[in-house]
C-alpha cells in the first residue's frame, strides 16, 4: 500500500501496478481495493501496458476522511493521486466516472478520460430521485441505520426493485455494503442534479475539451444507457462504445479492450 496526502490532510491510499504510462482507476459507489474484486481485476489487466493507480476514495478502506465533506475535497484527493504522476489517463466508473469529469473540468492534468455508465436519468425512463434524497441519506447514516441508507440509495439512487434489495439483504456482500454506507451521501452529492430525469446541466462540463470514451453496456437499464448517450452528444471530443452483453457490472475482460485500444491511442500501442 502507498499513500498521499490531500489537501486538507486527508490520507488516501492507493497500489500501483505495473509499467508505462499512467492509468488512475475512479471507483463508484461501495467500490474499494479490499471489496471490489472487479475493479482490481481491471487493474491486474491494464497493469500489462500501464502504470495502474488503483486507490480508496475518502471514507472507504484504508483511505481517511475529512470532517466535513464536499465533492472538491474528492477532487483534491485525486488531484493528490496524479501530482505525483504529473499527469495520467483516467478511467471512472458509475459515479467515479461523474467525479473525473468533474475533476477534468476543474483543471486536472487528466489527458484522456474513460467513463462507464455515470448514472444520469435524463428522461422519463426511470423515476427522478425524490426531493431531498441527499439529505435523508445523511440523515440515516447520522442515526447509524446503515442498512436502510443502503437500501433507500439503492432504491432511489440505483432504482433497483423492491425484490431485488430484499434478496441482496441477505447476500454475502451486504456487509461490506453497510461497512462503507456512510460514503454514499458522497455519492450522491457527486450525482446531485444529473439524476432528476432533466438534461444535463449546462455548461458543466462544457471545460472538457479532451478525448472522453464514453461506455455503456447494451444489457443494462434504458435510463443508464441514455444517460450515456446524453454525455457523449454533450462533450466537445467524444468517442462512444456500447459493450455487447454487459451491465453496470461490467466485467474487466469485456472492459480492458476497449481500454487499452483508447488509452492506447496517446501512447502508441
Not at 468517442?239 to 488509452?263: E, K, M, N
Amino acid at each position: 500500500m502507498n499513500t498521499v496526502t490531500s489537501t486538507d490532510g486527508t490520507t488516501i491510499a492507493f497500489d500501483e501496478l505495473g509499467h508505462g504510462p499512467p492509468v488512475v482507476l475512479v471507483g463508484g459507489a461501495f467500490q474499494h481495493r479490499a471489496f471490489d474484486e472487479r475493479t482490481s481485476r481491471l487493474a491486474d489487466l491494464l497493469a500489462t501496458r500501464f502504470t495502474v493507480v488503483h486507490y480508496d476514495r475518502r471514507g472507504r478502506g484504508e483511505s481517511g476522511d475529512g470532517p466535513h465533506y464536499a465533492v472538491e475535497r474528492e477532487v483534491e484527493d485525486l488531484g493528490a493521486i496524479i501530482g505525483r504522476l504529473g499527469s495520467a489517463q483516467v478511467f471512472g466508473h458509475s459515479s467515479g466516472a461523474t467525479l473525473a469529469l468533474d475533476a477534468v473540468a476543474a483543471g486536472l492534468p487528466i489527458t484522456q478520460l474513460a467513463v462507464y455508465e455515470p448514472p444520469f436519468a435524463v428522461d422519463d425512463s426511470r423515476p427522478p430521485q425524490p426531493p431531498g434524497y441527499v439529505q435523508h441519506l445523511r440523515d440515516l447514516i447520522a442515526a447509524d441505520r446503515r442498512g436502510d441508507a443502503v437500501q433507500y440509495f439503492l432504491a432511489f439512487g440505483v432504482n433497483l426493485p423492491t425484490e431485488v434489495i430484499e434478496q441482496m439483504r441477505t447476500a454475502p456482500m451486504w456487509p461490506g455494503f453497510e461497512a462503507v454506507a456512510h460514503t454514499l451521501p458522497y455519492d450522491a452529492a457527486v450525482v446531485d442534479g444529473t439524476v432528476n430525469g432533466q438534461p444535463l446541466p449546462e455548461g458543466r462540463w462544457s471545460s472538457v475539451k479532451i478525448p472522453v470514451l464514453v461506455l455503456d453496456g447494451d444489457a443494462s437499464p434504458t435510463w443508464m444507457r441514455n444517460g450515456a448517450e446524453a454525455l457523449g452528444q454533450l462533450l466537445a471530443d467524444p468517442r462512444r462504445i456500447t459493450l455487447p452483453g454487459q451491465d453496470h457490472s461490467v466485467a474487466p475482460d469485456a472492459l480492458a479492450p476497449a481500454l487499452f485500444d483508447f488509452f492506447g491511442e496517446r501512447d502508441g500501442y
